[in-house]
Structures are given as structure tokens and as C-alpha cells.
């Protein structure tokens, strides 16, 4: 059995928690929160965009703690869920790690990119996994995408688009503060950077335009430039002030042999799909591959899953490896970068 103590009870602290109930071999047994309701069990003021309301939990049987070096001493944890601010990020996990326990950490790795190195190089140092979660690989249509192209089935990767805009998340104060969660290029889009390095290797160059706020990138259109030249990757993605639309997001993939599309989006109260994932083959045929739940909440499960196969097995995770996430940081700074200074930037 694997036990596993969550650090930050938070939307996705709680989520992750959920999420583990429906993982084998996997306990969690331990939280830290500095907020002392949640902490006694009171999740009701937890707020998210997904997945069920916070009630009220029965924590009892569980090592609590405000001190997230009290809850890393814990001798009989394996796992430090790390569900805290990305600002905290980079010293809880390399302390965990230090501690000799394997570290799964919420999106972005950090917002520093040399603290990201120091992550990946003390998970090295130490001889534990460092995994950084990336919910979207885990989601059926992205799943889809991945294996489609991993696996060359439909031939060689000729470039795609990718797309992921959310309307003003009124819940989060500091969204768009650069220190504390980094605006909608780390916190949104970084999702698709992964994705994108994922399937597509490291760009040599990015070519960003759009708009900033302050010192955050906050809606944007960037092209990714390789060495193939090929290969035509670009990506939209930010925030625009309307409530109509909470959540979109939505790809075209074009392989030699297929194009897969795929388009979703949060409209008022409901989940509307525009584009069920739909392969179009060379063929001149239109197939919808039957996919499993769109639910986000079992994504989540699928993403935890992964995490305890990769312990248990000693088999790190080709998703959820720390060096993707730390590549998937740079290329974000990069994006900022070039939009900043309105040309292109070598990655
Ligand atoms: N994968 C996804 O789809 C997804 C979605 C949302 C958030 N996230 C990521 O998850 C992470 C957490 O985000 P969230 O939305 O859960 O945030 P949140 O604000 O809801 O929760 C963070 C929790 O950490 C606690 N905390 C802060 N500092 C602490 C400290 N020093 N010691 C103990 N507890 C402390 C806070 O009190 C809060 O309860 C972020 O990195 C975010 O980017 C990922």
C-alpha cells in the first residue's frame, strides 16, 4: 500500500483526494492546510470549475498538520501530494524529495524555470520520482491524440492547432499576479505547451503575438517553430471578460494519413460539444471512435492511476515526467517573451 499525504486542501488538494478513493493500492493518510476549517474537515468553502461542491469531511484517522515540514517528517509516507500554490511549489518538493519521498505535484511545475531545474535535479539526487500533473493526456480525447500520434497509426505528424480559453476566474485573486500563479500562460495554457512538447518534441523558436496585462501574457496566439519545418504547430489561449463561456477548449490534429478534431466548451450551465472527437481519414471517411467518460473528476482518477503504476513499478511516468513539465515552463517563459518584445525567441 502506498500512503500519501496531501499538502493543500484546496480545489485540487480535494480533488485529488476524491480521485484517490477510486485508485488500488493507493491510501491517503495525512493532510497539511494552514486554514484550520478545512484542516477539521470543513471543505464547504472550497471553489473550483468542476467536480462536486466541499462538504463536510470525516478526517478523523488522519495525521494532520499546518507544517508542511511536520507532514514531510512523517516516516510513514511514500508520497507527497503537492496541491499548493505554484509559488510553493519548488520548496515543498524538493524538501520531500530530500526526505527521500517521491513527489506528485499539481501543474505548473513552478513558475521559475531554475526552480524547476532544482526540482527535477533533487528528484535525481535522491532516487525518487518527481511527477507533475498533467490532467490532460488522461482526458479520452487527448488520450486519443496521443496514442493516434504516438503510434504512427495514421502516419507522420504534419503540425495542429490547439485551443484553450476560459473566461475571468473571479474566484482566484491573485490569477494574473507573475509571483503567485503566473496569468493564464502557466495556469491555462501550459497545459497545451505540454501537450505540445509532448507530441512534438522541443521547439527551436516560438513567435507569440497578442495581448499582455501587466506583466502576464492574457489572450495570444502563438506559432511553434522547428526544425522540421513541416511540422505547423499553433496554439491560442487566454482569457476574455465574459461569463457566458466559463471553459473552452478544442484541438485540430493533421497526421499524413487523418485529421482528428475535437471542440468542447462550458456554455452557461452546460457542457456542450461542438466537435465529438471525429478522425477524418484520408479515405474520405468520418469515424467518431466510441471514448470513455468526459468527466474531468475521472480524468483525474486515470492521472492518479498512472501515478501509483509508476511507483509501484518502479517505471517512471512518460506523462507525467518533472523534465516535460520543466521543458513545458520554459516554453511558456518563451511565449511571454516573445510577446513581450513582439518578435520571435529561440527556445
Ligand atoms: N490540473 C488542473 O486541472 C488544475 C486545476 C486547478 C488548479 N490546478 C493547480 O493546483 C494547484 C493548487 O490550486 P488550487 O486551485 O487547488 O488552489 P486553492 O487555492 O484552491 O488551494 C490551495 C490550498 O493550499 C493552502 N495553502 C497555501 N499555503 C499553504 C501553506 N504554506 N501550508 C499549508 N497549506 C497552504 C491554501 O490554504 C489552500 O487551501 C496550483 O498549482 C494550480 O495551478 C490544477
Not at 465574459?242 to 471542440?263: C, M, N, P, S, V
Not at 467518460?293 to 480524468?299: L, P
Amino acid at each position: 500500500m502506498i500512503n500519501v499525504g496531501i499538502a493543500g486542501i484546496g480545489f485540487m488538494g480535494m480533488t485529488h483526494y476524491n480521485a484517490y478513493q477510486k485508485v488500488r493500492g493507493v491510501r491517503v493518510c495525512a493532510f497539511c492546510e494552514q486554514d484550520k476549517k478545512r484542516l477539521a474537515g470543513d471543505w464547504r468553502s472550497i471553489k473550483g470549475n468542476f467536480g462536486p461542491q466541499g462538504t463536510m469531511m470525516d478526517l478523523s484517522g488522519m495525521d494532520c498538520y499546518t507544517e508542511l515540514d511536520e507532514m514531510i517528517a512523517n516516516d510513514k509516507l511514500d508520497v507527497i501530494d503537492v496541491c499548493l500554490p505554484p509559488s510553493l511549489h519548488a520548496k515543498v518538493a524538493v524538501a520531500a524529495l530530500k526526505a527521500g519521498k517521491h513527489v506528485f505535484c499539481e501543474k505548473p511545475i513552478s513558475l521559475v524555470a531554475a526552480d524547476a531545474k532544482r526540482m527535477v535535479a533533487a528528484a535525481d539526487r535522491a532516487g525518487k520520482q518527481l511527477m507533475i500533473g498533467r490532467v490532460l493526456p488522461f482526458l479520452p480525447e487527448y488520450d486519443f491524440a496521443y496514442k493516434a500520434i504516438d503510434s504512427g497509426k495514421y502516419g507522420r505528424l504534419l503540425g495542429g492547432h490547439f485551443k484553450r480559453i476560459i473566461s475571468d476566474p473571479l474566484w482566484l485573486p491573485d490569477f494574473y499576479n507573475p509571483e503567485k500563479v503566473g496569468g493564464p500562460m502557466l495556469d491555462l495554457h501550459v497545459h497545451d505547451a505540454h501537450f505540445i512538447r509532448l507530441v512534438c518534441g522541443m521547439p527551436a523558436a516560438v513567435q507569440t503575438v497578442g495581448r499582455m496585462r501587466g506583466e502576464v501574457a492574457e489572450l495570444f496566439t502563438t506559432q511553434f517553430l522547428f526544425g522540421d519545418s513541416d511540422l505547423a504547430v499553433t496554439a491560442a489561449s487566454g482569457v476574455i471578460n465574459q461569463q457566458g463561456r466559463g471553459f473552452t477548449h478544442a484541438y485540430e490534429i493533421y497526421l499524413e494519413k487523418a485529421t482528428l478534431l475535437f471542440d468542447a466548451a462550458g456554455i452557461g450551465k452546460d457542457w456542450v460539444v461542438g466537435y465529438p472527437l471525429t478522425v477524418l481519414t484520408d479515405k474520405g471517411r468520418v469515424v467518431r471512435p466510441k471514448l470513455g467518460s468526459g468527466d474531468m473528476c475521472d480524468a483525474f482518477v486515470a492521472e492518479l492511476k498512472e501515478v501509483v503504476r509508476a511507483i509501484s513499478t518502479g517505471t517512471p511516468s512518460p506523462l507525467l515526467a518533472g523534465q516535460l513539465a520543466s521543458d513545458a515552463l520554459l516554453l511558456c517563459q518563451k511565449q511571454t517573451q516573445s510577446l513581450a518584445r513582439g518578435r520571435a525567441v529561440k527556445v
